[in-house]
């Protein structure tokens, strides 16, 4: 019997049969789609996370944590292969107290390399990078926080009375070119240091990714260092304070080198953090996540398979006198089983094409709806402007809910078609139409 024919010949007894067979088909339907649609989950929700680690922070940065009573061995570190910067900020346990015009600020001033900072490709919202002692960079909200003592006792008056407490008011012109007045201030002190520099405002720095992070940081050159711990101690008499705290961060030349650089510098035994490894425990967990709800949508898939065994097993008992007939006329065992096989096969296949179509069709849905949902429950309206996926079904997903489901089904046609093998020529001739 030619391939055709044996098609011929499934695709007839299935019309016969059109209401069981549409009922199995559903059957196999509805459980390959639970496997995608539950599984698709697990990847929507491994997507946004790895989306939101990447937005947090530069994909290329290592930070470096120096032991105790240790410091930075700063020239081995920048003969690691592929470090293309290194970035210490240094924060002094004071605040800049900042003046411009009768506005004014207390925030806190970070000691930097700029050299380090444009190899690093600290990005600015506006300006550009200081290339003289007296020129800095300060943060994106600086000038929104930039406030009057109107405007600051309005916003306290605001906070007391549990409203808004974003500053009203602000510096509304560009800060690029302006001059400020800075002063160093102690945080238990009310009042500023006398002595003031005057700066010059170059550059700003971008939006932070997220709305909650406000950044009013002022950056200056690293050659203030001492001058600024002369006016602290000269002022309060604290000679043996620590004033300085150092954060390194370390910059590669690209995302693919993070995870070797960051071997490097734990083989040197210095602590680290990088978002590769970060990365790599969001994958192991959500490996075991995406796993378990796999196997979860497996079960319904077997139980469908439950349906297409009774409907094969069904459709041999029927088929007796005609399959003893086939092998009269010489049909061999392994023929009879090929078409029973492919009779499953052919609802297992079926089936799992319905299911994609579905499942992506339920995934857009979700994605679309629920987060509308969810915002009108919390009650917030931006809920549904954030880039959150639900659900995301990759084809490797698609890929393995197929297997599976077109495995399970002809799994389940396997023992009716060893079945109909088996039967008995003389036996089956004798039965009824």
């Not at 207390?106 to 444009?118: A, I, P, R, Y």
């Not at 995406?290 to 398979?305: E, M, P």
Request: proline share 2%; with cysteine.
């Amino acid at each position: 019997m030619l391939f055709k024919d044996q098609i011929d010949f499934v695709r007839q007894h299935i019309k016969k049969n059109k209401l069981r067979v549409f009922m199995t088909v559903l059957a196999a339907t509805m459980g390959c789609a639970f496997l995608i649609v539950l599984a698709s989950i697990g990847f929507g929700i491994q997507d946004t996370m790895r989306k939101e680690i990447l937005e947090d922070q530069a994909i290329t940065e290592v930070e470096v944590y120096q032991n105790d009573g240790e410091s930075l061995d700063i020239p081995k570190i920048r003969a690691i292969d592929h470090v293309n910067a290194i970035v210490q900020r240094t924060r002094m346990d004071a605040l800049a107290f900042s003046q411009i015009e009768d506005r004014s600020i207390e925030t806190n001033m970070l000691l930097t390399s700029f050299e380090e900072e444009k190899k690093s490709n600290l990005k600015l919202s506006e300006g550009r990078m200081p290339t003289k002692a007296n020129e800095i960079v300060v943060g994106y909200q600086f000038a929104q926080n930039l406030l009057t003592d109107a405007e600051r006792k309005e916003m306290e008056q605001s906070q007391s009375t549990e409203e808004t407490t974003v500053p009203k008011g602000g510096f509304e012109d560009s800060l690029i070119g302006k001059t400020i007045a800075m002063a160093i201030k102690s945080y238990d002190a009310e009042e500023a240091f006398p002595e003031k520099w005057n700066f010059t405002i170059v550059g700003i720095t971008e939006k932070p990714a997220k709305d909650w992070i406000v950044d009013t940081n002022v950056l200056l050159d690293e050659s203030w260092r001492d001058k600024f711990q002369d006016v602290y101690v000269s002022n309060t008499g604290a000679e043996n304070t620590d004033l300085f705290y150092t954060q390194t961060k370390i910059y590669t030349s690209s995302l693919e080198h993070v995870k070797s650089v960051t071997e490097e510098l734990k083989n040197m035994g210095y602590s680290v953090y990088s978002v590769s490894e970060q990365l790599e425990q969001l994958d192991v967990f959500f490996m075991a996540f995406k796993i378990g709800l796999i196997f979860v949508g497996t079960i319904a898939v077997l139980i469908s398979s439950i349906g297409i065994f009774n409907t094969m097993t069904m459709a041999v008992t029927e088929r007796t006198r005609e399959i003893g007939v086939m092998k009269a006329i010489g049909a061999s065992p392994k023929l009879i089983q090929r078409l029973f096989l492919m009779e499953s096969a052919w609802i297992g296949i079926i089936g799992t094409v319905l299911a994609v179509i579905i499942s992506y069709a339920v995934s857009f849905l979700a994605n679309w709806i629920l987060p509308m949902v969810v915002g009108a429950a919390l009650g917030e309206d931006k809920f549904q402007d954030l880039s959150i996926k639900f659900s995301l079904i990759p084809w490797q997903l698609v890929v393995i809910a197929s297997v599976i489901s077109i495995g399970v089904a002809m799994v389940s046609g396997w023992r009716p078609a060893r079945k109909a093998t088996k039967i008995d020529v003389i036996q089956a001739l004798r039965q009824e139409v």
